[in-house]
């Protein structure tokens, strides 16, 4: 076997999990809980009171810090950080890349005299200066000013990994532009807090804040760390960008139903505990689909944390795997052929009053409430659905989407029969049959019993990108390499922008004198009907649900760097700009970076692909062909021209398939290479992205065909690469 493989393979066999110790906490996870995070409690004891308060009121309302405040909680953060051991802070904050950035300072300082003084005011709590020139930024810093600034976020804990405090930040231009994705979240979520609150006010006085949930499903696979590094498209490019299915792959599902394997059940109790001690309250794991592919989820949290502690959770991830000797991939589709990572992202709002506005409630009013909000997420979503698409599309996402096993490159939203029956017979009511108001001025929802339980509900569908799971909706088509922000705060912005419409519709009615009630009903009416193409409760992968899309006039955009135009769409430019989450300028220089982005990364992909492919496929092929072609020749000296034809047939046909092969990928090359330099001198990004998307993947996906023929062909012994079967079902 090639040294290489049977190297890598040697090593994966020894990573046996009786020899990985790790350190199991004796005590309960109650115990260690959050012990690394500078939680309230913390906050009570290292912070004075007078300033206690202040700080409260910046993280629960979002209320400015003065420098004062700032000053007197970095004392007491530090002296909490350097007790538990810290020596290093850095300001934690998601640029558009994705991923997080990370810049460390030592918590001493040098004096003008030479002396060093440990230092760390609220002056670099609150604010930093990264060198941001590196970090994407869509054009925004040159036609403005060229620096950004990182700002403490208090809404999200301080944290400690190792030697180093983390903060969590927002990062910004001067200007005040958002470079990254925690800033337009903010902003989204107090946007549809405020519009949420208004509507809520219609049926309860009493609610004055509203707060918006996440709870994240994060897909991973996990490949042996000497197979990983055997494969270099793994390491480059986070996928395999070759391989020949594996005979066995998931066609029994053996694995979603199995026990979790050893090794992998010990990597996951360490991820839980370092989780567990970063404040993340990780519950649920278990295997997926596909083989070597598990899921973990928390508990749901407020949106901007819990969408923090899934960042952390990928990073955490990382580390932890490696003292397994496992790498994490967190692409997509790292295999073609078996399912790909997604990352659903449970969503819902509730009330200071302890109200799910999305769980069906106990009276006629809060009924009435729930379907005020259904009804208009689901209108959102409507009016949204390309610019939703768009909020989850990217270069990586895209061999997911569409694919026969994760939701449609449609967004459609699935209801389950009960709720679609009640928006049915709320959709033919009359006024008078819909709100029945009795003699005691009590009012009741006339034509539906909308049933109390509905979680747990079986008909699932999982094939929709968008569904609602009896208290919550679960947008699906989120990638699991995504930042949740990105598509968390398009969905919040079209929420809020809609309840506002929503509201002025309803204060419209009854200044005219219709009773609230009325009022309510007769908009809610008018919008079941007018959003009614985006439910969908039927199969998604199915091509017959394509071509009803496109009658419905859903967006059934398939190339990214064509639905990333959604985003300067003029009605997604005004949402964003109503909500005040983002300005056209940003959504601009968003777009560039995306546009970007696509092009570099199908860029890197394609030049592995043909390094891989001259350096290891074809010297393989063509060693194997000339063995061949020895045989042959033999043959022909050994049993004469008359015999020879018969007997060495076959091998004449391998030969001349190798051939085949070789010739194509070798001009497929040629045009790739071609191709790429013919779009690397296109100025506009997004045209740059078009030409990678038409003409540089297709020839990529050609490619690949004739390798993994050759895959199939050439002796096994020969063949470099770990394959599928060996990197999928070794653990
Ligand atoms: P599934 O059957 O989809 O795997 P789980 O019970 O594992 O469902 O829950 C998935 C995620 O949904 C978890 O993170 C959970 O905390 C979250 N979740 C549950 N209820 C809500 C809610 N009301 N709002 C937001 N997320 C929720
Ligand atoms: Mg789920």
């Avoid at 020596?87 to 994705?98: E, S």
């Avoid at 989407?401 to 928006?423: H, M, R």
């Amino acid at each position: 076997m090639s040294t290489l493989r049977f190297a890598a393979l040697q090593a994966a066999n020894g990573h046996r999990p009786e020899n990985i110790h790790i350190a199991v906490p004796e005590e309960r996870p109650a115990t260690f809980f959050a012990q690394n995070v500078f939680t309230r409690e913390r906050m009570q004891e290292y912070i004075a009171d007078n300033i206690l308060n202040q700080l409260f009121d910046a993280i629960d309302n979002g209320k400015p810090l003065s420098r004062d405040i700032a000053n007197s909680v970095a004392i007491g953060m530090k002296k909490w950080a350097t007790e538990r051991g810290a020596t290093h802070f850095t300001h934690w904050f998601q640029p558009l890349t994705g991923g997080t950035a990370e810049k460390h300072d030592a918590f001493i300082d040098k004096t003008p005299d030479g002396r060093v003084l440990e230092e760390f005011s609220g002056n670099v709590l609150y604010q930093q200066e990264p060198d941001a020139s590196s970090f994407p930024n869509g054009g925004i810093r040159n036609t403005f000013e060229a620096r950004g600034y990182s700002a403490w976020d208090p809404s999200s804990p301080a944290f400690i990994v190792g030697d180093t405090l983390c903060i969590p930040t927002i990062f910004v231009a001067y200007t005040g532009e958002a470079l990254d994705y925690k800033t337009p979240l903010i902003r989204s979520v107090s946007a549809l807090s405020k519009a949420a609150v208004e509507v809520c006010r219609l049926f309860d006085r009493n609610v004055s804040k509203v707060n918006v949930f996440l709870g994240w499903e994060q897909e991973y696979f996990l490949v042996d760390e000497a197979l990983y590094q055997a494969r270099p498209d793994l390491v480059l490019t986070g996928r395999t960008l070759m391989g020949h299915d594996s005979a066995k792959n998931q066609q029994l599902e053996d694995h979603y139903f199995g026990a979790i394997p050893e090794r992998v059940l010990k990597f996951m109790t360490d991820l839980e505990i370092e989780s567990l001690k970063l404040g993340v309250p990780v519950k649920t794991r278990h295997n997926e689909v596909a083989p070597n592919q598990f899921e973990l989820a928390p508990v749901y949290e407020e949106v901007n944390l819990s969408s923090d502690h899934n960042l952390l959770v990928m990073s955490i991830m990382e580390r932890v795997a490696r003292r397994h000797h496992f790498r994490v991939l967190l692409h997509e589709k790292p295999f073609a052929g078996v399912n790909g990572s997604g990352k659903h992202c449970n969503w819902s709002m509730g009330t200071n009053t302890g109200v799910n506005l999305l769980a069906p409630g106990k009276n006629p009013y809060a009924n009435l409430q729930f379907i005020t909000f259904l009804v208009n997420i689901l209108m959102a979503v409507h009016k949204h659905n390309g610019l939703l698409k768009a909020s989850i599309s990217s270069a990586t996402n895209a061999h997911r989407l569409g694919a026969n096993e994760a939701p449609p490159a449609i967004i459609s939203v699935f209801l389950g029969k009960q709720i679609t029956d009640v928006l049915d017979k709320l959709e033919k009511a009359s006024a008078d049959e819909g709100i029945v108001i009795n003699a005691k001025k009590e009012m009741k929802l006339g034509v539906a019993n909308i049933p109390e339980i509905l979680l747990d509900n079986t008909d699932r569908n999982r094939t929709s990108p968008f569904a609602f799971t009896g208290n919550r909706f679960e947008f699906r088509a989120v990638g699991s390499s995504a930042n949740c922000g990105g598509a968390m705060l398009a969905l919040n912005a079209a929420v809020a922008d809609q309840l506002i419409t929503f509201k002025r519709d309803v204060d419209k009615l009854i200044e005219a004198g219709e009773p609230k009630e009325r009022a309510l009903f007769a908009v809610i009416k008018k919008n079941i009907s007018a959003c009614k193409a985006i439910r969908f409760d039927g199969n998604g992968y199915s091509d017959a649900w394509k071509d009803e899309a496109r009658k419905r006039g859903l967006d059934c955009e398939t190339s990214v760097p064509l639905i990333f135009d959604r985003y300067l769409a003029p009605d997604s430019v005004a949402i964003f700009k109503n909500t005040s989450v983002l300005t056209e300028a940003e959504l601009q220089s968003r777009c560039e970076v995306k546009w970007e982005t696509y092009a570099k990364k199908i860029q890197i992909e394609s030049r592995v692909l043909g390094d891989l492919v001259m350096n290891h496929i074809v010297p393989v092929a063509n060693r194997y062909q000339s063995i061949l072609l020895d045989n042959i020749v033999k043959e022909k000296v050994a049993f004469g021209d008359e015999q020879y034809q018969r007997l060495a047939s076959h091998e004449i046909l391998i030969v001349k398939r190798i051939i085949n092969h070789v010739d194509e990928i070798v001009q497929k090359v040629d045009d790739m290479t071609a191709a790429r330099h013919t779009a690397n001198r296109i100025e506009s990004m997004r045209e740059r992205a078009i030409a990678y998307h038409d003409n540089i993947v297709p020839l990529m996906d050609e490619i690949r065909a004739h390798a993994d023929e050759l895959e199939m062909i050439v002796d096994d012994e020969m063949w470099t690469l770990p394959k599928y079967r060996e990197l999928l079902f070794t653990h």
